[in-house]
């Protein structure tokens, strides 16, 4: 079976072809990806209409690039998979609305699928895949959550941020650095120039039990910090850099101490972690040590498909198209809230 998948959440356009007939990463015929980084950078965030105008623009460009490297024409699809949320709602109308409307010219199925699924199940896209069951680490701009995973849409959420997103957190401290949007790059980079040893951030929520997040806390200390360093003429380019890796270390720390307890509360000895805060190198460093401790395995996406693509979103797609599910005739989802675990598995196809 042959699904185009499409993304269009926020603020990457990504688009895919995955194929049934092969297994692991070799399902994956074409993908393409177009990021509006550069043009929200500008306004230090994403602006909504902006996006959804851009997605609309790239969009069937990108369908046409993806068909071109797979050598197929849009006739030898079998279905369409598309980002129903959560997300930002214009933004995911757009990839609703054009799934919709190819679908029907097709006559082939249509599904909108959950965008975190996609970021969880995309190490399935990798050669040396996971399997279930696993515990698994979502952790991006918009979400930091742990899972326990048994099988496709057969998920318990363990934990989740109170407050601020990891990835939120990153990009609020590359503000008060004077950074660039998005933040997680820019300020892992100035931590590589940081002393390690000159300042210690608090790891919030990790001297109660529990698997939740909180990260408000920890970027009031760092404004605070930074004020206070400020008012002594102290804050030189060494000090922000000092100040980005203790921010960076406090992150890392309290996700892996959390993944930790994750681990041992399930029993499990496998740990996904995906999402765009999951290329951080540091954090990738940190659970390596806690894995190997535990005689635990860590699996991750590749580089390119830890933040949003339209990978991941075929893959999910493609697996539950390929068990009878799809949308019905002229019912596109746009949901911009909507927590994974009301996912069910994979079923038969639904009528509403």
Same mark, same amino acid.
Not at 131 to 150: I, K, M, R, Y
Not at 209 to 224: I, V, Y
Not at 245 to 268: M, N, P, S, W
Not at 337 to 344: A, E, F, G, I, T
């Given at each position: 079976?042959?699904?185009l998948g499409?993304?269009?959440?926020c603020?990457e356009t !990504?688009?895919a072809i995955?194929?049934?007939?092969?297994s692991?990463g070799k =399902?994956?015929? $074409?993908? &393409?990806?177009?990021s509006q980084? %550069?043009?929200h950078?500008?306004?230090g965030?994403?602006?909504?209409?902006? $996006?959804s105008?851009? *997605?609309?623009?790239?969009?069937?460009?990108?369908?046409e690039? +993806?068909? &071109?490297?797979? !050598?197929?024409?849009?006739?030898?699809?079998d279905?369409i998979?598309y980002?129903?949320?959560p997300?930002?709602?214009g933004?995911?109308? +757009?990839?609703a609305?054009t799934?919709h409307?190819?679908?029907?010219a097709l006559?082939?199925?249509?599904?909108?699928?959950? *965008?975190?699924? =996609?970021h969880?199940l995309?190490?399935?896209l990798e050669d040396?895949?996971?399997?279930?069951?696993?515990?698994?680490? #979502?952790v991006?701009?918009g979400h930091?959550?742990l899972v326990?995973v048994e =099988?496709?849409g057969?998920?318990?959420?363990?934990?989740?941020?109170?407050?601020?997103? &990891?990835?939120?957190?990153? %990009?609020?401290?590359?503000k008060?650095?004077?950074l660039?949007y998005?933040g997680?790059? *820019? +300020?892992?980079r100035?931590?590589?120039q940081g002393?390690?040893?000159?300042m210690r951030?608090?790891?919030p929520?990790?001297d109660r039990?529990?698997?939740?997040?909180?990260?408000?806390?920890?970027?009031?200390?760092?404004l605070?910090?930074?004020?206070?360093?400020?008012?002594?003429g102290a804050? %030189?380019g060494q000090?922000r850099?000092d100040?980005?890796? /203790?921010?960076?270390?406090?992150? $890392?720390?309290?996700l892996?101490?959390?993944?930790?307890? &994750?681990?041992d509360?399930?029993g499990l000895?496998?740990?996904v972690?995906?999402?765009?805060v999951?290329? @951080?190198?540091?954090?990738?460093?940190?659970?390596a +040590?806690?894995?190997e401790?535990? @005689? /635990?395995?860590?699996?991750?996406?590749?580089g390119?498909f830890c933040?949003? @693509? =339209?990978?991941?979103?075929?893959?999910v797609?493609?697996?539950? #198209? /390929?068990? !009878?599910?799809c949308?019905?005739?002229?019912?596109?989802?746009?949901?911009?809230?909507?927590p994974?675990?009301q996912l069910?598995e994979p079923?038969?196809?639904?009528?509403a």
């Amino acid at each position: 079976m042959r699904v185009l998948g499409i993304e269009t959440s926020c603020d990457e356009t !990504g688009v895919a072809i995955y194929d049934t007939a092969y297994s692991g990463g070799k =399902g994956l015929l $074409a993908d &393409a990806l177009y990021s509006q980084m %550069d043009m929200h950078a500008d306004y230090g965030g994403v602006v909504p209409e902006l $996006a959804s105008r851009d *997605h609309t623009r790239k969009l069937l460009p990108l369908v046409e690039e +993806v068909l &071109a490297e797979a !050598g197929l024409t849009r006739q030898a699809l079998d279905g369409i998979a598309y980002t129903a949320g959560p997300g930002l709602v214009g933004a995911l109308m +757009v990839g609703a609305a054009t799934a919709h409307g190819m679908a029907r010219a097709l006559d082939i199925p249509v599904l909108g699928v959950h *965008h975190m699924e =996609g970021h969880l199940l995309a190490p399935m896209l990798e050669d040396d895949a996971p399997e279930f069951p696993f515990v698994a680490l #979502l952790v991006s701009g918009g979400h930091t959550q742990l899972v326990s995973v048994e =099988g496709i849409g057969r998920y318990q959420l363990l934990g989740e941020s109170v407050d601020d997103a &990891a990835g939120e957190a990153f %990009d609020k401290a590359a503000k008060m650095l004077d950074l660039p949007y998005p933040g997680g790059p *820019h +300020v892992a980079r100035l931590a590589e120039q940081g002393d390690p040893k000159r300042m210690r951030f608090p790891r919030p929520m990790t001297d109660r039990p529990g698997l939740d997040f909180s990260f408000s806390g920890l970027k009031t200390h760092t404004l605070t910090t930074l004020r206070e360093l400020q008012s002594k003429g102290a804050l %030189d380019g060494q000090t922000r850099a000092d100040v980005a890796r /203790a921010f960076e270390e406090a992150v $890392a720390d309290t996700l892996v101490i959390k993944c930790r307890r &994750a681990l041992d509360q399930t029993g499990l000895k496998r740990i996904v972690m995906a999402g765009g805060v999951s290329a @951080n190198i540091r954090l990738r460093e940190r659970l390596a +040590v806690e894995c190997e401790k535990r @005689n /635990a395995k860590a699996y991750y996406p590749r580089g390119r498909f830890c933040t949003d @693509n =339209g990978a991941m979103i075929a893959y999910v797609g493609a697996q539950r #198209l /390929a068990a !009878g599910e799809c949308d019905a005739p002229g019912q596109m989802q746009a949901t911009p809230r909507w927590p994974l675990d009301q996912l069910r598995e994979p079923s038969a196809c639904k009528t509403a």
